[in-house]
Each structure stands twice: as structure tokens, then as C-alpha cells.
């Protein structure tokens, strides 16, 4: 139930695309769900994050959908760039518990 | 404004020994995170602390524990180190307790066990 499982574990789009990464989850306990983006040899950073209050949120080209029915969370990346090129993780917390559960990630490639 | 800074970068240990891993978090940020990241289990969370009280603990043998000093600074100890144990250990600091303060994270100790 403290799980949450992203896919694809990894991601080709072309230069100019939209990439796609999914994420879900059973604990309806968690009511903030951030991305992060991860560059190798660098932490994770985070990206931007949503409320289950909220359907939608959009920063610049990345948008994150929240359907709270069916809690399932995704992550859009409109016009896909070589510099997205990163590990993308979701995650999920809870109120009180001063903790992340994390997504395994997703490794994606944008080419150029 | 300095990052999250996290001593040594690698290391480099033998089955049976321990190690101590540090972190200086943001200036200002009273809570600092450890998570452990491998390539098969993504990040997997180990502990928190806000003004040196351990607030929460991940599923992880006691082997592994950690402590927060009055300036904030932390350090993470794994006792009889195992093959398993190796991973990179990452620490997160933010502003305040709440959820929407951001974890902002260093760049991680890589520790390998032999």
C-alpha cells in the first residue's frame, strides 16, 4: 500500500515530442505528489508537484495530470528537448509522516 | 546560497567495517532526509530529522542509524557494512516541516562495499 509504481522504466521520444511518464498509487493518505528530475553524478531536483485538489498543473512545458478516482498521477513533457534528457521519479507523501515514497523511475532520452 | 553538501563523495569500504556519511544542509533548512538510491529499488527512504529528533524511520535494519547536530548538520552511521550496503546515499534538506516545502538534495556519497 506504501507503493507507488511508475512506467515506463525507460523512454525514447524525438526531439519535439511528447513524453509521457505514468505513476500510481493505493495509499489515499498521500496528498502531495512532486516530480523530480534526476542528471547523472547529481541529485534529484525537484521538477514540480501537485495537490489531489488540483486536476492539472502546468509549469512552462511540463504538466503534471492528477485523476484522484483512479489514483493514477502523470507527468507531460510538451516539446521534448536532448537537455530533458534525465531520470524522472514521482513521488508521494503523506501529512505527518515527513517522508517520500519514491517511483523506480524513469530513464528518459530525448533525441536530437 | 550554498546547496546541500554531502562528505565524502565516494567511498570505498571492506565487508564487517562501518561508515560515517555527513551532510550540511542549506542554510536555514531544520530538516534534513536520507534515502538510500540503488539501481533496482529507486529511492528508498531511511530517516528524518527537524531540530535533532529522529521524526520518522524507514524499513532498514538497525545497522543503520543517524543524528542531527544543533547547526542542522547531519550524519548517517551504517554499522557491519554488507555487500548489499552499497548504493548512493543521498541527503535532502528543506525550509520546514510541511509537505509543500521542497526536499532540495545534495549530490550524494556513492558508497561501494567490497
Known amino acids: 500500500q506504501q507503493q507507488v509504481k511508475q512506467s515506463p522504466q525507460s523512454l525514447i521520444v524525438q526531439k519535439g515530442g511528447i513524453s509521457i511518464i505514468n505513476c500510481a498509487y493505493e495509499?489515499?493518505?498521500?496528498?502531495?505528489f512532486p516530480w523530480y528530475q534526476q542528471f547523472p553524478g547529481k541529485g534529484p531536483a525537484l521538477l514540480i508537484a501537485?495537490?489531489?485538489?488540483?486536476s492539472e498543473k502546468k509549469e512552462g512545458r511540463f504538466t503534471i495530470s492528477f485523476n484522484k478516482s483512479a489514483k493514477q498521477f502523470s507527468l507531460h513533457i510538451m516539446d521534448s528537448q536532448p537537455g530533458d534528457s534525465a531520470t524522472y521519479f514521482c513521488?508521494?507523501?503523506?501529512?505527518?509522516?515527513?517522508?517520500?515514497?519514491f517511483g523506480t523511475g524513469t530513464r528518459l532520452k530525448v533525441l536530437a | 546560497k550554498a546547496g546541500v553538501t554531502q562528505t565524502p563523495r565516494y567511498l570505498i569500504k571492506t565487508r564487517g567495517q562501518q561508515v560515517t556519511l555527513s551532510c550540511s544542509p542549506i542554510?536555514?533548512?531544520?530538516?534534513v532526509s536520507w534515502y538510500q538510491q540503488t539501481p533496482g529499488q529507486g529511492l528508498q527512504f531511511l530517516f528524518e530529522?527537524?531540530?535533532?529528533?529522529?521524526?520518522n524511520k524507514g524499513n532498514f535494519p538497525g545497522r543503520f542509524s543517524g543524528r542531527q547536530f544543533s547547526n542542522s548538520r547531519s550524519e548517517m552511521n551504517v554499522s557491519t557494512l554488507e555487500l548489499g550496503d552499497s548504493a548512493l546515499y543521498l541527503c535532502?534538506?528543506?525550509?520546514?516541516?510541511?509537505?509543500?516545502?521542497?526536499?532540495?538534495f545534495g549530490n550524494g556519497t556513492r558508497l561501494t562495499v567490497t
Open positions: 535532502a534538506s528543506s525550509l520546514y516541516a510541511g509537505l509543500e516545502s521542497p526536499l532540495h
Open positions: 495509499n489515499t493518505a498521500f496528498d502531495y
Open positions: 501537485i495537490r489531489p485538489d488540483v
Open positions: 513521488a508521494a507523501s503523506a501529512v505527518g509522516t515527513y517522508k517520500y515514497i
Open positions: 542554510s536555514g533548512h531544520r530538516s
Open positions: 530529522y527537524f531540530s535533532e529528533t529522529q521524526r
